[in-house]
Structures are given as structure tokens and as C-alpha cells.
């Protein structure tokens, strides 16, 4: 129940992340339950800044599980942001749109709406 | 496959003479294209209203930005362009109209994007879906649907009372305003693939096999015998034109009669009247299909002018009574290409389905062979399945129709108007509208059915669907408890059934587990005269004679 897996970025960087935090990811889901915890799982397409920020997001989520709302409706609002998503999402455009490629490519449908969500306030000004 | 003719690039290098030759080559190219994709059937409504290109035409642009993607970056803007067209869609539905309209400005590429109808169907059915005060009402398309419905929210007028002079103003001047700008160089499969699937007709090979018997004529015991009995599906030919509404029920009969019935289309509820228009004039490519179960209550006098036919009339789901009884009964009305994808109908029940109007294209598969392209989670809580019928059709028919893909060919027909479907429990099926079709359909609980149903009911509680009790019933409980008072032998003869059944596993299970346990016994060398303590998981009925009473438990012996 703590045992966890090894993720590498693209720039080499190793990443000790216990295994329900990482399934967070589908990608590293299906990945695991392929090929077990044991070896090491390779992701080229995510550096190691980026990657530490998804870990940090998939942590905080994985400890702190947020409900989610039957109302249709709900789905596409952007004023319901919770803080700490707010705060992560404080950083430079460039780190933004890194962390949706990132997000759409390990597939963490949470994390994919939060970036949108971010990047479609952005553009309502 | 054929190359553009040389002919035709040669006829418009001549006649463009003002034009720049990479503009002229680009011409060439797309009409050559458009003329190629014509010839194959697949565009049949010329091309996207706002010159959107498929993603692959890129690599005929000689312009050496388009090719590496700058372009698209420079349109998009640096960030918004690294990401996929999808993800950019992902974006934009966190948008609302006014958002929408003002992004659309910036660039030829977000313009092709913000303008997606899609987007705005969507901003129409979850802002006004629900609203009966002021039904939605389809005119040409989604976009000017949503700005026409603001308008009128804001300016007080439309509403349901139909359509006046007033409402014929702003409509035209909308409409002209909102006259679709023709970008350039936008090519995006995301963008232009729902609007090619719904331009193009049914390949007639998609239609072509019929292979269901059609019969008139049946008794009952005829019926039940040959078709019933053996759970297998027929088309009857003689039912639906006795009914009264055969031959009456068409657009200009319901929307004069009933037209002001709000009606129950997907997550929306519209104006009947309105939702016949939309299917006049629909260009969606998965459009919306009217399906309500309350269409006799909102449509007085229409339950009297069809009849249940002789085969079905034993629903015993009646036993229920009108309060508890699900849902049964079905109006179902669509244009061309509205449909319902693979589902198998709830409740294990069985059901008929009768065409008014139009025609319907049936795909169907036994209860126990899953169709290509539908993916059932382990359980069959849920199914995913391509987001269209015409996708379907598109990416898995052909594999659905080579031998040995699936155990058994799926039946097909084209059920025409007046005609009957009659659908056995549990068989898988995909319907589509082939052209604008009216529709009555009923699930029921026969005698014939009745075990799937209970079984159903029993084992996969939170499957059922279209009931609700008042102090939390299952449905299992309720029904039986009004079997047993009705029909206490058919009940009986279900708990014989499952009786039976669950001894049958457990014989299986007693011959798996005695050779597993006959293995640790040999590997441990422990006593073999140690209590039957049944480890195994299944229930623990026991089996007598204990697990290492005579010579059988060591037959597979080491």
C-alpha cells in the first residue's frame, strides 16, 4: 500500500512516487498494470520541472480528493477553482502549457481540466 | 486510387491569370480534391461553411510555414499552438458565447475554432436545455440557435406562441450578420471530420444485407414457437398499417395537433413543432433524437391511435402498476443519421418497435457476442462505444461483417415504414435513422422472458434502470412479490432454474477445487483426514462426503 514506482523524465531525472499517486496518470496506470512496479518507467516527453509539478498535483489530489459534482452543468464552469489549484497554477505561460501537453500526454483528466479551466480564464481576461 | 486530371490544372492556370502561382496551385489543389472527394461519395454538401480543410491537405500547401506548422502557430499564438487541436477544444468549451465571439476575431485559425458548432450546441443545450419557458428552437445551425435565443432572452420576444413577423426580423438579420468569414489555410481533422462524417450519405454497402424474416399473418402460438421461444428477432409486416396513426402521423399532422407539446430531445426540452423543423433541416452529424416516455401524456389522444399488438400485450411489468411500473412506451422521431449506438435495452426486457414514418437501419448481435467497436467494463455496468452510429458504420462495419471477427454475422435489415421490429431480450443493436423517421416503441416482461428479466433484476441490482420506490425497494423484491400472487408456478419454476444453475458451478467448482487442494495436500503431506474446511471463495454449501472422501479426490493424482 506504500510501494511505489520509479518514473524518469526526459532529462534523466528519477522520480520515487508511490504507486496510487502515480496511477493518477492513465498513461502510468496501464503501463504498470502491463508491466508490475518493478522496472522503471521511462517518460520522454516530460521533463523534470514539469514532472515534479505533476507529481507535487498528483499528491496533493490523491491526499486531499476533491467530490465531484453531478450537475452537468458544473462540468465547464471556471469560477470554481480551489485555492491551492489556483496557487499551482501560478506560473509562466510557458510552464502552463508544458503542464497540459504533460497532462494530456499521461492522461490526468483532472489535472488537463484545471490547465484549460486556467488557460480559457486567461483569454476571458 | 485516382490522381486529380492533369486537364483541369492547366484549364485554371489559364483562367486565373491575376492570381499568384502558389495561389493558383493551391486553388488547383483543393478543387481537384474536393472534386476527387465528391467522385468517392464522401462530401456531399460542398465544402465546410468556413472553408475548414482536412488535416491532411496540408502536405499539398506549398507554403513551407503550413508545412512545418508555423502558421498554425502564428494564428493560434505561441502557446495555445503547441497544443494539439484537440486540446485547443478542450479550452474553448470552458468558454461561453461571448467569449467565443470575441476570441473568434483574432486570427483565421481561432476563428475556424470559436466558430467549431459543435461548441455551441453545447453552450445551447447545458444554458437552455431546460428551460420551458423559452424552449430552444433549431434554426440552420447552432450558433445562430444560441445567438437568436439570447436575443430574444434579452429582448423579450420569441418565446413558445410560434413564430411571428418580429421573430422573422431578427432571424434574417442575425443570420446575415453572423454570414460565415472564409478562412484560409486552417486544416484540422478535429475540425473538419465531424462535418465530412455527417455530410456523407450511407455507403450503400452499409444498407445492402438483409437477412431478418419478415412475416404477417403469425398467431400467437405461431410467434411464440418460431421466433419467441427461441429469442430471436423478426420484422412484422402487417401490425403497424392497421394502426390508426399509419398514414396520419407525419410532420404537418403532429406539429398542427401537437406541435406545442414540449418534448423530451436528449438533454433538451423542445417545442414539438420546433423539434420537427430541426429534423427538416438538421446538418449535425450526430443529430439529436427525440425520445420521450411521457409523449401520451403530453399528447392527448395519441395513445388511442396505436395498439399494442396481440404478441406483446402480456407485459407483466403491469403488475406494477402505473405508480412503480418503468419505463415502457417510447415516441422516437429523428432526421437522417440519428440514431441510437449499440446498447442492449434495460432491464433485460424485450421490446417492439413500430415506423410510422421514414426508415430505419437495424444492426444486430445475440445477447452473448459483444459487436466490434463496443467495449462493456467487466461488469456491463458500462459501455463505451464511437460516439456516432455513422462513425460506427464508418471505422467497424466492415470488420463486423469479415468472417470469423465474430462468432456469428450480425442480422440486418431496413425496417420502412409500417413495418415492426421485434427485439429479443438482451440482443445487442444499433439503429439509424436512413432518412427522417417517426417512431413507437414499448419494452415488456413476457412469460418468455421472464427468467432473463428476473435473473437480471436479481444479480445486477444497479443496472436497473427507470424505477424508483419510495422506501428503496429493489425492483427484484417488488416484482416478485406480485408474481407470486399472480403466477406463483412461473416463480417457482425461476427459483428452480437458479437452484439448479448454482448447483451445476458448484459440481465445477468441487472438481477445480478438489484438484487444487488434492496438489497442496500432496505438496504439504499433511493428513489427509483434516476437516473439509472449504477455502475456496464460493458459498459453502456442502457437498457431502467430505473433499478427500473416496478415490476421486486423487484421480488427478501426482
Redesign the interface.
Known sequence: EDESVKLISSDGQDFEVEVKVAQMSETIRNLIEDTGIDAAIPLPNVTGKILAKVVEYCKYHTEHPTPVSED??D??R?DDIIPWDQDFCKVD??T??EL??AA?YLDIKPL??LT??T???M??G | RTHPQPTLAVHNHRTQREMTDSAKRQRCNNEAAMRLAKEEGVLQRGKHPANVMPGGMMWMDEDSDVQSGRQRSRSLGRWLGACSDETVLEVMMFLDGVDLAAVAVCSHWLYAFANHDDLWRRLAILQFGADHARPVRFVKNWRLTYVLHRQQETSGGGGVGGVGRKRKREESVATQSLASFQVRKVYSDALFLPWMNMSRDFAAAWLATDNIDRRSGLTEQEFIDEYESQNKPVVLTDVVTKWRAFGRWNHEFLSKTHGDALVNVQAIDMRLADFLEYSRTSTDETPLYLFDKHFAEKMPGASEEYETPKYFRDDLFKLLGDELRPNYRWLIAGPAKSGSTFHQDPNATSAWNGVLTGSKKWIMFPPDVVPPGVFPSDDGAEVMTPLSCMEWFANYYALAKTPGVTPVQPLETVVRAGEMMYVPSGWWHAVVNVEDSIAITQNFVSRNNLNRVLRFLQFRPEQVSGFCHPQGRSLYDVFREKLEQVMPDAVAAYDRMIADEEAAKQEKLKSAETYSITKSAALASSSSSSSSSSSSSSSSTSTGGGLFGGDTSFSFGF
Open positions: 452537468k452543468r462540468e465547464k471556471t505561460q510557458a502552463l502549457f497540459i501537453l494530456n488537463l481540466d484549460c479551466k488557460v480559457a480564464n483569454i476571458k
